[in-house]
């Protein structure tokens, strides 16, 4: 199972917005909508920001948001904001009963 | 509150076996799933595999198959990742992530478990 692909880095201005996309087959993204997309601070663990290809947790900002469309799920912030640096992957679950993560994205904010 | 407590740090050998332990508090340990993933140095996340919340089903990533065990031991509400064979590949940081059974994704996460292998 090959990694969802996903652009390496992305940057945007303060208030900006930005999209990450993320790749993936119809072994995984295309048939399921349980892509996920977590969000990494150096030296942290991962933090869960989108479920169920568009849902946010409790406490994630409304400033995150996500879709999908055949085989390719996207990551939207909005208001860019100096907290948002960090690393962002996605995930999904595939067709054959494991889950893939997505190569992952630097978001740099100038 | 819910708390994945991993255990500490590894050094091994090529060739060697690791086996990392992840103890769950704060919530009932029988009614979720649990997740190894790991992440090598400045690397993306890897899911290596799953023992379902029932204890008798594990599903492993192909790339880890014949390699890695997953166990537990409710009475001490543990999980354990037995990962052998080590190469200087699998160097890496490993986490255990927790999954409410039918909601495919992880909620909780360990403080992770940096394993170095080097000869």
């Known amino acids: 199972q090959s990694a969802l692909t996903q652009p390496a880095s992305v940057s945007g201005s303060p208030g900006q917005s930005i999209t990450i996309s993320c790749t993936g087959t119809?072994?995984?993204?295309?048939?399921?909508?349980?892509v996920f997309w977590y969000q990494q601070h150096p030296g942290k663990a991962p933090k869960l920001i989108i479920f169920g290809v568009s849902n946010r947790p409790s406490g994630i900002s409304d400033r995150f948001s996500a879709s999908k469309s055949g085989n390719t799920a996207s990551l939207t912030i909005s208001g860019l904001q100096a907290e948002d640096e960090a690393d962002y992957f996605c995930?999904?679950?595939?067709?054959?009963?494991?889950?893939?993560f997505g190569t992952g994205t630097k978001v740099t904010v100038l | 509150q819910v708390q994945l407590v991993q255990s500490g740090a590894e050094v091994k050998t090529p060739g060697a076996s690791v086996k990392i332990s992840c103890k769950a508090s704060?919530?009932?340990?029988?009614?979720?799933?649990m997740h190894w993933v790991r992440q090598a140095p400045g690397q993306g996340l890897e899911w290596m595999g799953i023992?379902?919340?029932?204890?008798?089903?594990?599903i492993y990533a192909q790339n880890f198959q014949g390699r890695v065990t997953v166990t537990r031991d409710t009475s001490t509400s543990t999980v354990y990742m037995d990962l052998s064979s080590l190469t200087s590949d699998d160097t890496a940081v490993y986490y255990c992530?927790?999954?409410?059974?039918?909601?495919?994704?992880?909620?909780?996460w360990g403080q992770g478990t940096l394993v170095t292998v080097s000869s």
């Open positions: 995930i999904s679950y595939t067709t054959s009963t494991t889950y893939v």
């Open positions: 992530a927790r999954e409410l059974p039918s909601s495919f994704f992880f909620d909780y």
């Open positions: 704060g919530y009932t340990f029988t009614t979720y799933h």
């Open positions: 119809s072994s995984d993204i295309g048939t399921y909508d349980f």
């Open positions: 023992i379902k919340s029932t204890g008798d089903i594990t």
